[in-house]
């Protein structure tokens, strides 16, 4: 019988002393999906900037399937707006127009204005936080708008039958870039890595393209040491660059044979840097590029599954590649002087001593790289023809 | 009318005593080492350092338990004191009792500042830490032989879930990440394996428990096996960090394995926040470091004084407490972690050195009398 108190005595303490003080409930957290950064306005000479933040906010019960019967379509998603001095000053802010409590655990995306990367500085400021606080995932992607949009506007842009422009983004990025001429998305971790190496590197543009939907191509160069985008390089330079610092690239090469076009779907790219000249002032570097590729379309109505044809289109494809990828070696050495071809990367990973001598001077101040001479050589291997030999 | 059950006995086997390294080391120290490491080493050197601590630690595995177990099942107060004389090893029980106090108060406040940091937002860290030091308290009171039962038990899951994180970090590795190789100076070498020394002390619990099994003739072979474990997991760890961030990434993110746990992903929105199940199994690993390091202090102090075993936890508990909650800051944090790993690695190299070398001089000394004497006795 002495045993009835003592089990009711157990029963309350697990009642008195259970509890969570970080409770919240799942009604009260308010989902960040997506940033967007825009610099509002320059304060003069005191160096200091005002920011406007954008944080999409989902809504989770405009996920979900609507119900039979009509009622008011709900909307997904609500993008609030904010300017102030530094990012998690805003943030804080915020919470006090949200009604939820912001949770950004599940950020997919970050949109930085191309205003805000060309301030010296500023970019590495703004994405500190993203970095810094525990909440936020390494895994979330970074773009910069293209000149001439807000970064603002790419997070209110929203094709029919995507419910939320943030993961309508994600999803963009996931399935578009191997397919297309565009770099692989970059993540904040990455980001992080690359500043920290103190080497330059290129962050992919985001654009609004026709019919309420988003391009994703070209990309926005970086120097390395203040962090500060210097120009951005269009369509076609971003897909010679593609080709020199991508593996899993799959871009169609389009070329002519005996007067007859056919298209070349790339599947797989080896990269093989040597360097020729090791003596600093006259550095001399040979990029390989072995290609293994396929043939996508044609449009001819010759036999395609003949070793001469083969041959030609072998030569004529490494001709196109080397053409593309040499623009880009151009512009980015002579125009820009800065090493996004990732040479810099290459020395310091198989070249240390080298890296060591040059490293200070690389693309500032003496500027190896952009007296260096660089060599790009192509090797192409076609290995399948498609399922068909002639069409016609 | 409370009925407390009893182990058939209060020994352990020489597996236990095997997975009692893994469950000692195994603790805090491994979640801030890839980045300590990666500070002082340029692309993946760092492995040399980890691997020369690991065979440091190894030697003195064996020492410790071969010193030990020329004893049986003898408690280290008595061998120490058949060696060294009664007060030197009565002084010597207390500094290694303190040793088990620091780590334990050590522990206590980093699992408390790291869950404050990544799971509970608004909590103060006193309260985490008093919860979990309570529990602990709990666990320590009941019977010896179960909290080895408990690391056996715990020590496959904390192997599976690095496992498992490391299989699905895969499609972040970057193979360029590893390079370049054998580029580190002598003295960033000589940092790193500072580094990684300090991460691996807690072998003073084999000077205690090596008494508790029932054979310890293999002991040393399988205290060999048990440091050898860890030494593999750390380098393991090590590559997977570097491996995903790189060095300068790995260097610059305060504890790496938790932010490669907050990237995995099972593919199609499964399960998108792994970090918390690993957090989860990871306090488990916490749990084993703690509770060997309070025990093992309760039975060097109960072997000098003879009270209560609850008597002690009634006092040390709060004591504990406050001690853990002394440092200010993470800076204040990390010297007192420093602090405790130093006075770890020398109290029981000294130890293990100087017990070893005089029972091997015994040892010499008594088969030569007794040779000596069979030649008498045979004349």
């Not at chain 2, 997975?19 to 340029?42: F, K, M, N, R």
């Not at chain 2, 957090?279 to 916490?286: H, N, Y």
């Not at chain 2, 017990?355 to 008498?376: D, G, Q």
């Amino acid at each position: 019988m002495k045993k009835i108190p003592i089990f009711v005595l157990c029963m309350v303490v697990f009642l008195l002393l259970t509890g969570c003080w970080d409770r919240t409930e799942i009604e009260d957290q308010g989902f960040v999906v997506g940033s967007a950064i825009d610099l509002e306005e320059e304060n003069g000479n005191d160096n200091s900037f005002k920011i406007k933040l954008t944080n999409q906010i989902v809504l989770p019960g405009g996920l979900g399937t609507p119900l039979q019967g009509g009622g008011r379509e709900q909307e997904a998603y609500h993008n609030i707006t904010i300017t102030g001095n530094s990012i998690f000053e805003i943030i804080r802010e915020m919470a006090t127009s949200a009604n939820e409590r912001l949770f950004f655990q599940h950020m997919k995306v970050v949109v930085v204005s191309d205003k805000v990367a060309r301030e010296p500085g500023l970019f590495s400021k703004v994405m500190d936080v993203y970095i810094r606080d525990h909440e936020m995932r390494r895994g979330m992607r970074i773009l910069i708008a293209k000149e001439g949009t807000e970064a603002k506007e790419i997070l209110d842009v929203l094709p029919p039958g995507e419910k939320v422009p943030a993961l309508y983004i994600d999803s963009l990025l996931e399935n578009s870039y191997k397919t297309a001429s565009s770099l692989e998305p970059l993540q904040v971790g990455q980001l992080q890595e690359r500043m920290l190496t103190k080497r330059s590197y290129t962050i992919p543009e985001i654009q609004v393209g026709d019919n309420q939907t988003l391009k994703y191509k070209n990309a926005a160069v970086f120097q390395a040491p203040e962090n500060r985008m210097v120009a951005s390089l269009s369509g076609e330079e971003t897909r010679g660059l593609a080709f020199l610092t991508e593996h899993d690239q799959t871009s169609p090469v389009m070329v002519n044979v005996d007067g007859e076009d056919v298209v070349i779907e790339v599947l797989d790219i080896n990269h093989t840097y040597d360097v020729l000249s090791d003596d600093k002032d006259n550095l001399a570097f040979e990029i390989s590029l072995n290609i293994e590729g396929s043939i996508a379309e044609t449009f001819g109505n010759s036999k395609v599954l003949k070793a001469s044809f083969f041959k030609k289109l072998e030569k004529e494809t490494e001709k196109k590649v080397k053409e593309i990828t040499e623009k880009t070696i151009k512009v980015v050495q002579d125009d820009l002087q800065v090493d996004v071809i990732q040479i810099g990367d290459t020395l310091f990973q198989r070249h240390y001593d080298l890296w060591q001598k040059v490293k200070d001077n690389w693309d500032q101040g003496e500027n190896y790289f952009s007296k260096a001479d660089i060599h790009v050589t192509v090797d192409v291997n076609i290995s399948k023809t498609g399922a068909s030999d002639n069409f016609k | 009318m409370m009925y407390q059950f009893k182990y058939a006995d209060d020994k352990i086997s020489d597996n236990e005593l095997m997975i009692t390294i893994p469950s000692i080391t195994i603790g805090v120290g491994v979640l801030s080492l890839p980045s300590l490491i990666a500070e002082d080493t340029i692309g993946s050197d760092g492995w040399i350092p980890i691997i020369s601590a690991g065979v440091f630690f190894v030697a003195l595995a064996w020492l410790i338990v071969k010193v030990a177990s020329m004893y049986p099942n003898q408690p280290f107060i008595s061998f120490a004191s058949v060696l060294l004389s009664k007060p030197i090893a009565t002084v010597l029980t207390i500094l290694l009792a303190l040793q088990g106090f620091f780590i334990t108060a050590f522990v206590l406040r980093i699992i408390a500042d790291l869950a404050k940091e990544y799971l509970f937002d608004r909590t103060p860290v006193e309260v985490i830490s008093l919860c979990f030091l309570l529990v602990v308290s709990y666990a320590v009171s009941g019977s010896r032989v179960g909290l080895f039962r408990l690391n056996m038990m715990f020590f496959p899951i904390i192997i599976f879930i690095i496992v498992f994180v490391g299989i699905f970090s895969i499609n972040w590795y970057d193979a360029s990440n590893f390079l370049p190789v054998f580029q580190t100076d002598f003295r960033g070498y000589l940092n790193a394996s500072r580094n990684s020394l300090f991460s691996l002390t807690g072998l003073f619990v084999l000077f205690f428990y090596t008494s508790l099994v029932r054979k310890p003739d293999k002991a040393p072979k399988k205290a060999v096996y048990g440091m050898t474990m860890v030494s593999i997991f750390y380098i393991f760890i090590y590559f997977m960090c570097i491996g995903v961030f790189g060095y300068a990434g790995t260097a610059n993110v305060n504890y790496p394995i938790v932010e490669i746990a907050k990237e995995v992903e099972i593919p199609g929105g499964v399960f998108e926040r792994f970090d918390s199940i690993f957090f989860v199994i990871w306090i488990m690993a916490v749990f084993n470091t703690v509770t060997m390091a309070f025990d093992s202090s309760l039975y060097a102090l109960k072997s000098v004084f003879n009270l209560k075993k609850i008597h002690y936890i009634l006092f040390l508990t709060p004591v504990l407490f406050f001690v853990a909650m002394i440092p200010k800051d993470v800076i204040d944090v990390r010297e007192f972690g420093d602090f405790v790993s130093l006075y770890g690695l020398v109290i029981t190299t000294l130890t293990a050195i100087v017990l070893f070398t005089i029972a091997s001089v015994k040892k010499k000394v008594s088969s030569e009398a007794n040779t000596s004497k069979r030649r008498n006795s045979k004349s």
